[in-house]
Structure formats: structure tokens, C-alpha cells
């Protein structure tokens, strides 16, 4: 079985950076080898949503959708990520967010 | 030279100029704080050396140059901060070196501009923070005049710009003009932004002062740029012809006391003609290439109001067609509204006043200032003036700037209201 975690938190809610570092559980689960890859993601500000062929500003979070699947993608730039993400079947009838990864 | 007059040509350059500039900087370095920072830079070394210089043969050449230089030198600085103390270390005392003038190659690629411009577009990024980022960047407005055209709180606007630019950055939107089969709805998202910055400028949405004439002078500036970029593209002509055509009347709509003049009672002698003249030319520019859009037909509307001897000489009929076809292409209440005007002019008060009514119901301007306002006007027309005191005073509860509150309560006290 493989599972998905969605860190999710308030972005408003302020924590030190030691109290949200996340290396101590990385190492721990990657020696157990549970964890199969992750990333940070950017604030939800930063995401783009891509809904029927149509480009719009922030996440989708408000709405009645719930999240069907994941994928990571690796593009020169937001343009061709909107172009690759409203490719996706999902696209046409759900929405896609993109949202970047926290830059390195 | 005098200092005095030093400083207005760099005011003028920096008018010209500074979007040039930034974009520049933008594509060298892929930095939108740096790109700033070193614009205002340059901008300053003109202001200081020019009175002593002289003013440059190329203005724009020698802030391009200048701005270039002060970048590579912080990149030296940031990135190499031993290299940087040896080389200083061993430099020979005294200024340093000269930006040279007419060298920059960048200078005649105005491309960057529409480059920019397609960045602070980009659909990823909301509306306000685009056209508050065309402001900043392109414009050069500071963040607070930006900041009092939202009005909004300074610190809000800078907040809004910080976070803009900080997408720009992590979620990778590129500088570039998007490939062509992308370009219609970015370009609509351009003259969107565009045509806010205009309105904007045309009638304050709020405060003191009905109009703010440096917002819809920036807007045409940069209208006129994007249609000498996009020669092939009607619509970018058309809102640079409806700004044209709207801001001629610029002179005539408010009185001595700073009170609205409506178009009925504007004095024609008043509006700039080499205005009127360069707006019919583009739009019969634009027109002759038969895709005809909502900036188009806009301009057309304000091409009937612009080409009218007097009041009684508009072609209510044309204009009322026009609104029909500019609900077609571009629906909303507002259209609807103004529709509603023209048609009572060309059709009588009664039949304008239906599809107020028929507005009002639909509920969609609830709130809305003019549809009060208007069906005011109609009632009083058709001397059911009970109503129309009732209406005026429902809109004069709406208006948004004084000299709107003072037109209506002069037109409620006519009424026989109070």
C-alpha cells in the first residue's frame, strides 16, 4: 500500500523554523524506508488553477472538488506547466492545481 | 541649461524611459527588485551628473547604459566578494568609470516593453495585482499612488506587489510573449489591465477628486505602445482609439467649482479635436480589418458623441445599435444600462425606462449609483417627478465622489426634493 500525506497547516500561524524542520522524521522515515519522496510546496498564493481550458489565479481549495491524484512535474516554466496540466483528462471536467515545489 | 530645467528633462525621460529600462534589467537579470533598484539608480546618476554633463544626445541610451553597468556591478559585489576586494584594492583612486553612452544595443528593441507587459498580464497572477504591477513597472507610479488609485493603505499595496512579484518568481511565469495560439486571451488580459488604468483616471471610483488625468495619460502612453507593437491586432487599436476619443472631453467635464458637466451641456469648443481626429483615424484603422470587439465598438459609440455638431446632432439610433452589439460581444449590466440611455433617446423616456425596470428587477446593479440615477432621469422626463425625487435620493445615497452627490442633490432640488 502506498499513501499520499498531505502536509497541510495554516499558512498564518507562525512556528520557529526548528519546531517546522521536517529533517529529524525525514532521515528517520527514509531509514525505515517508508518514505518514498516529498517536496515543500510554495504558499497556496503562489498556485495556479487550470480548469476547463481556463487559467486562473490561486488554489482551488474552496471548492467541492477533493484531491483524485498526484503527479510531479518537471517544466522550464509556468507556461509549460499550464499547457502539460490542461492537458490532463481531469483538466476538462475537474481542475488541476499547480503549485510549485519550494525552490531549493 | 538651467537646474531647474535639467530636472524636467529627466522628468520627461523618466516618463519615456523607465519602463524601457526596467524591462531591460528584467530580462539581464531575471530580478524584478534588483531591476528597480537599479532603474532608480541610474535615474539619480542623470539627475546629478546631467546639470554638470550636459543632457546626452540619447537620453534613453545613457540610463539604459548607466542602469546596465550599476547591475553588473552588484552582480560583481554579490557574487564575488573577494574578487571585489582585490580588484578595489588595486583600482586607482578616483570616480568610477563612466557609463558609456550611446552603446546599449538593448535600446531600440522595444519588444522588452510588451515582454513586461505580457508578464504582469499573466492570468496566474490576480487582476489587481496585474494592473498594479503594469503601475510599478512599467509606469513607474510609487506604491503609493498606486496604492491611492486602489485606495487602499500603502502597506497593503506593497504587500500586494511583494507577493505578485514573489509568484512571478516561484511559480516560474516566464518573461516572454506567450506563443501565438495563447496571445487572444493574454492579449485581452493586456487591454484589460489597460482600460482599468483608464477608467480609473476618467472617474475616480471613490475620494475627493473626480478624475486623476496622470493615470489616464499613463494609460494611453502605453496603449499606444502596445498598438505600435501589435500593428495586426484591431482591438489594441481600438482601446487606444477609445481612450483618445473619451479622454478628448477631458477639458469640458467638470466646471469651475470642479462639478460634473454631463455631455449635453459640455462645451464642444472645449474638447481636444487633434484627439478626436486621431481616434477616428485608428478606428477606421481598426475597422477596416473586420474583427470587430468590444474596444472597437466602444470607440465607435464615443465616435458618434465625438463627430456630433451639438446635442441635438447624435445618432441615438447608431449608438443605441452599438450597445446592442457591444451586449452581444461583451455582455454585462453596465452594457445594458447605457443601452437603456441610448435607447431613450432615440426611442423616447418610456422605452428606456422598461429596460431599467426590467434591470432593476434582474437585481444585478442593486447598489449601482447610475441605474438610480438614470431611472431618476427618466421618471423626471416623464413628469412622474414623486418617483424621480425618490429615485434621486436613492442614488444621491450611492454616489461615490462628491461631485456626483453635488450633480444629484442639485437635480433632486429641481425636482422639487430636498
Known sequence: MKYLLLICAEESVEVSPEQADPEAWVEETERRGVRLGGHR???????TTVRAG??????????????????????????EAIEIASKHPVASFGAIEVRPFWPE | MSGADVTRVVEEAFREEWGRVVAMLIRLTGD???????????????????????????????????????????????????????ALASAPAGPGPEPRPESAEEDHVPDDRLRLMFTCCHPALPLEAQVALTLRTLAGLTTAEIAAAFMVPEATMAQRLVRAKRKIR?????????PAHLLAERTAGVLGVLYVLFTEGYSASGGPSPARPELTVEAIRLARVLAGLMPGEPEAQGLLALML???SRRA????????????????????????????????DDALARRRPGPYQVQAAIAACHATALDP???????????????????PSPVVELNRAVAVAMADGPLAGLRLVDELRAAGELAGHHLLAATRADLLRRLGRTADATQAYGEALALAPTDAERRYLARRLTETGGT
Open chain 2, 170 to 178: 516561484n511559480a516560474g511565469i516566464p518573461y516572454r510573449v506567450p
Open chain 1, 41 to 47: 510546496l510554495c504558499p497556496a498564493g503562489d498556485a
Open chain 2, 252 to 283: 469640458a467635464r467638470f466646471d469651475e467649482a470642479g462639478d460634473i458637466v454631463t455631455l449635453e451641456f459640455q462645451d464642444r469648443a472645449k474638447w481636444d479635436h487633434d484627439e478626436i481626429e486621431e481616434g477616428l483615424r485608428l478606428l
Open chain 2, 245 to 247: 476619443l473619451q479622454d
Open chain 2, 32 to 86: 524584478w527588485d534588483l531591476a528597480e533598484e537599479c532603474a532608480q539608480d541610474a535615474f539619480a546618476q542623470a539627475l546629478a551628473r546631467w546639470p554638470r554633463d550636459g543632457v546626452p544626445r540619447r537620453p534613453g541610451a545613457w540610463l539604459t547604459t548607466a542602469a546596465r553597468n550599476r547591475a553588473l556591478d552588484r552582480f560583481r559585489r554579490g557574487t564575488a566578494e573577494a574578487a571585489r576586494l582585490r
Open chain 2, 312 to 330: 441635438d446632432d447624435t445618432d441615438w439610433p447608431q449608438i443605441a445599435g452599438l450597445y446592442g452589439e457591444l451586449a452581444r460581444l461583451a
Open chain 1, 54 to 79: 481556463l487559467v486562473t489565479q490561486g488554489p482551488f481549495a474552496e471548492t467541492k472538488e477533493q484531491i483524485a491524484g498526484f503527479d510531479i512535474i518537471e517544466c522550464a516554466d509556468l507556461d
